[in-house]
């Protein structure tokens, strides 16, 4: 049996599931990004279940078995959910008024963890690496991710003095004319995926430039143009991106860069607070 998308199926048959079968359809709804790539074993123990239950709730939604029902979701995260398709998840999952507060904090401090124990450290070096050593780096963050490329772009600029973020794709032609293998182009995106950031990064990789991508996952768009790819887990069921793992991910790297050029960032710093001094950027309580 196919269908378009497994978590769509899964959401519209949450009603008749049993109790322990409510449990895996919860965790698979707040996890899709990460799911699709657990072995059986894995997820039992990750939505507190055993192996034999995971088996039979696959095969209850009217799959073989769970190796097809995973295929399905494989290939269900490639298949993008419009807005108001998460939004009709977010009912799903999100029911309860008084308790929805406690559960959305809760999905974001498991993205952070499922963050930090898929971390491909090498990669999270490599990119570093590419960072301290580039002529100059461009960031293209688009649509909601916008936040994330601002925050990435100000400290990257304290570090490093060398980053430019750029706009959407029919804009950028003039900033990228110079690009070459001495620069890296850092692309930023999340399901649903900015066609203009993969445009981005796909460019500068043609041009022979570095390039690294912070994203969801490697069947990300993303992946395909990418020297090296972090990854990041963003997943909540509802119609707004869950940015709270990427943001660590970024935090992570803009200190462990800042560890790296510690004594040009003090002296950097001590010249800004000279000058933040001199035009009063800062809130100062009159004694």
Known sequence: MIHKNVFQHIAENMNQLSKSHKKIANYLLKNANMVPFFKV????????VSEATVVRFATTLGYSGYPEMQQHMQNSIQQQLTTMDRLKLSSQVYDDKEKVIYDIFNDDISNIKATMENLDVEAFHRAAQLLLNAKKIYISANRSTASLGIFLHYY????????????????ISEHLYNLNEDDVVIGISFARYSSST????AFAKDMGASTISITDNLLSPLFQHSDVTLTAA????????SFTAPLSLINALIVYLGKEREKEVEIRLTRMEEIWSKFGSFYKKET
């Not at 997820?43 to 507190?48: E, I, P, S, V, W």
């Not at 993969?198 to 990064?201: A, K, L, R």
């Not at 963003?234 to 991106?241: E, H, L, N, Q, V």
């Open 41 to 48: 074993a894995t997820l039992a123990k990750k939505a507190g």
């Open 156 to 171: 990257l600029n304290i570090i490093l003095e060398n980053s430019e973020l750029l706009g959407s794709f029919e804009v």
């Open 198 to 201: 993969i445009n981005t990064v």
């Open 234 to 241: 963003s997943d909540m069921p509802s119609f707004i991106d």
